[in-house]
């Protein structure tokens, strides 16, 4: 019996809270929602933050690899030989794989997933109107290159562009229009396909065709409740890239535009996914197929006055994720924990393949199909060598290290969840404080953290700033 397709529908940026149907009634999205009635949603889909500021990076790899934070090669710039893909065990048990869109993990590890793409660019980030993106290269060398003077009116630089051509529409629509190509144009029968399609939206520029922008109305637009001027811890990130975006003081004015120019990005890619399951219907295979959305991380956009992805609240660690298709139950909801490496195993569990040796995540195939299983008890988060994180169901400790200081947070994020209550010096909780520092120290141990060098130099601070504050 022939296996199902796979549309893998990969959003940038895009955090868990942007979904209409889902409980945001200011965002428009009309074809996720619709989604949303014929599938399994999870609403607890985590990542593990990241041992780099350009987070997705090492969210794509332990997505692509099964694998957690620590065991990647580096951050996830390159993926090594012996660590097996999901596109690369899908092409084993027999599917054609179709990869489009942002690929962050080098080119070999492209190679190795995918025996079928277009429009694919290697990078984090670009103009979404002038990407520069390959065609598939049969011979697995994407060794073109492409050059621009980016800065002409200042000097006459070029610059590198690892790229054989410029995308002539919008990044959201070109990697739309070639996955529907790719689903038009299969014909091999006997074989089931798995498409990969990586928007680069909504992350910024947030630049979109008007009619998008033109939907909302700022004055419309809902400053987040846990809304900031400033962020209340002083650590590293004050200076990263995504918090420079903004002004500082955080001002309400600019907030709201940029959640509009969010929310627009969002429904542009609404607006396409539309037309990509439009096709699966039009060649007879929706119903054939299984479709995951997700999203590599979250955005802060004004919460706790940050705006970028590097922290650990929950609107920078939580995703989207709904996964409908055969044998999936429609219009449930989950509220256990997972990982988004987790979906590796879980694949291979659905369609009897395999796991491989190599992947170290965990299936909730049982929950797909029981609402009352639990995946995952609680979690562990770690970014750089500056922030260490674990939730349970009831609490979050957040650690900070920074400038020779140690800032600790506790949140009852059951009865707190936009995280404004800092309990840590709160004696009530003292048993739950003590009780996740010895939950975070095991993660870091069973994650084999110190191996790697961000975990070696986080915790080396961090034994030096507790006993000097006696802890």
Known sequence: MKKPNILFLFADDQRFDTIRSLGNEEIITPNLDALVERATVFTQCHIPSGTSAAVCMPSRAMLNTGRQLFSLQGEGQEIPNNHALLGETLQKAGYDTFGTGKWHNGVDSYVRSFNHGDAIFFGGMDDHWAVPVH????????????????????????????????????????????????????????????????????????????????????????????????HSIEYDNAHCRDELLAPYPRTAEDTKQQLLEYYA??????????????????????????????????????????????????????????????????KEIRDTYIYLMDIF???????????????????????????????????????????????????KLMEHVYDGVLTTQLFDIKNDPLELANLAKDSKYHKDLIRLKKLMVDYRDQWGEEDHPMGANYWKQYRELTNEIGN
């Not at 690892?162 to 074989?191: A, C, M, Q, Y």
């Not at 928007?199 to 979109?208: K, N, S, V, Y």
């Not at 802060?300 to 006055?305: K, T």
């Open 345 to 395: 195993p879980t694949l291979c569990e659905i369609l009897n393949i395999e796991v491989p040796d190599t992947v170290e995540s965990k299936s909730f195939l049982d929950c797909i199909i029981d609402k009352d299983r639990v995946c995952r008890e609680n979690l562990y988060f770690a970014y750089t060598d500056k922030i260490r994180s674990v939730k349970d169901n009831r609490f």
């Open 265 to 330: 990005m969002i429904t542009h890619i609404d607006d396409e996914i539309g037309k990509i399951i439009q096709t699966l219907k039009d060649k007879g295979v929706y119903e054939d197929t299984i479709i995951i959305y997700t999203a590599d991380n979250g955005l802060s956009l004004g919460q706790h006055g940050l705006f970028g992805k590097q922290c650990h609240y929950e609107n920078s660690i939580r995703v989207p994720f709904l996964m409908a298709g055969p044998n999936i139950p429609e």
């Open 135 to 230: 065609s598939f290269d049969p011979t697995g060398r994407y060794d073109n290159r492409r050059y621009k003077t980016a800065n002409f009116w200042n000097n006459n630089q070029r610059d590198k562009y690892i790229s054989d051509h410029i995308g002539e529409r919008h990044s959201t629509e070109l990697f739309s229009k070639v996955t529907s190509e790719f689903i038009l144009n299969d014909t091999v029968e006997d074989k089931p396909f798995y498409a990969y399609v990586s928007f680069m939206a909504p992350h910024d520029p947030r630049t979109m065709p008007d009619r998008f922008r033109k939907m909302y109305d700022k004055d419309k637009i809902s400053l987040p409740e846990n809304f900031m001027q400033y």
